[in-house]
């Protein structure tokens, strides 16, 4: 079964920092360009960041560039996203996200995992 | 980035009737849109990808269409499963982005 599974989610201070992490199983991990999308509390959908297949290629929307920093590792098939300089308005559950077709940059996501709840607040 | 506006933001609609949800980019796109479904304390699910694709084992009354700047997502004949909130995504380009969200309320 194709599956995705984060964790590292939890209640951090502001100007905090936290890793998540995404276990990838059921398919070959290291052909997709991986994600990670958020949804704030009662709020819409919002692409974070996006990580080519060997990492050398990394996007990230406006509002985390210097903060926040993607990363993967084919070999354990894991998708990470080290969070620092935390605020209020990244609280927020954190969906890693596969595209549909391997090795192809743009896409839509197919397999979502259960995500993981970042709450920033003192 | 691209910007897009989805509309109506709250639906009411019944059982049985036939609905549609608009998405307009601020520039074109190509067919590079996708639609998702998404309930209450779920991840969201693809329902259409490349603007008119459905995804395997999505039913058929959901369709998809568009291309450049307007899109629309059809639900005809809606089931009582299909009350949710619904997203059209570009992926033309990063940043990726989404559209506000449609709430598809019973009436």
């Known amino acids: 079964e194709v599956q995705l599974v984060e964790s590292g989610g939890g209640l951090v201070q502001p100007g905090g920092s936290l890793r998540l992490s995404c276990a990838a199983s059921?398919?070959?991990?290291?052909?997709?360009?991986m994600s990670w999308v958020r949804q704030a509390p009662g709020k819409g959908l919002e692409w974070v960041a996006n990580?080519?297949?060997?990492?050398?290629?990394?996007y990230y929307v406006d509002s985390v560039k210097g903060r926040f920093t993607i990363s993967r590792d084919n070999a354990k098939n894991s998708l990470y996203l080290q969070m620092n300089s935390l605020r209020a308005e990244d609280t927020a559950v954190y969906y890693c996200?596969?595209?549909?077709?391997?090795?192809?940059?743009?896409?839509?996501?197919?397999?979502w995992g259960q995500g993981t709840m970042v709450t920033v607040s003192s | 980035a691209i910007w897009m506006t989805q509309s109506p933001s709250l639906l009411s609609a019944s059982t049985g009737d036939r609905v549609t949800i608009s998405c307009r980019m601020s520039?074109?796109?190509?067919?590079?849109l996708a639609w998702y479904q998404q309930k209450p304390g779920k991840a969201p699910e693809l329902l259409i990808y490349?603007?008119?694709t459905l995804q395997s084992g999505v039913p058929s009354r959901f369709s998809g269409s568009g291309s450049g700047t307007d899109f629309t997502l059809t639900i005809s004949c809606l089931q009582s499963e299909d009350f949710a909130t619904y997203y059209c995504?570009?992926?033309?380009?990063?940043?990726?982005?989404f559209g506000q969200g449609t709430k598809l309320e019973i009436k």
């Open positions: 520039q074109g796109i190509s067919s590079y």
């Open positions: 990580i080519k297949q060997d990492g050398s290629e990394k």
């Open positions: 995504q570009q992926y033309y380009s990063f940043p990726y982005t």
């Open positions: 996200a596969r595209p549909h077709r391997r090795l192809v940059r743009y896409d839509a996501f197919d397999i």
């Open positions: 059921g398919f070959t991990f290291s052909s997709y360009w």
């Open positions: 490349a603007a008119s």
